[in-house]
């Protein structure tokens, strides 16, 4: 049986973000703190790496792929490009 999420046995892992404001109001931070799996019923199952404290804001979204990067003026650079400045 094939899940919508796709990958292996149907399922794909799905990103649990934690969104964290910023102290100076610029554009809130995703921070990944975990994955979450869609179940055979139609569920999710989520398995946190980190527990956020300073937020009760979380987002499940599909993974970004590594070649993709984050968005121009984001939250950062891939960390290749974080050692060469």
């Not at 969104?19 to 994955?35: E, H, N, S, T």
């Amino acid at each position: 049986m094939t899940d919508s999420n796709g990958g292996p046995n149907g399922r794909k892992p799905l990103a649990v973000y934690a969104v964290l404001d910023r102290k100076d109001g610029g554009k809130p931070f995703w921070m990944k703190i975990g994955a979450a799996f869609t179940n055979r019923d139609g569920s999710l199952s989520v398995l946190l790496d980190a527990f956020p404290t300073s937020t009760n804001r979380l987002q499940i979204r599909e993974q970004r792929a590594p070649e993709e990067g984050r968005p121009a003026g984001g939250n950062g650079a891939h960390r290749e490009e974080e050692a060469q400045t």
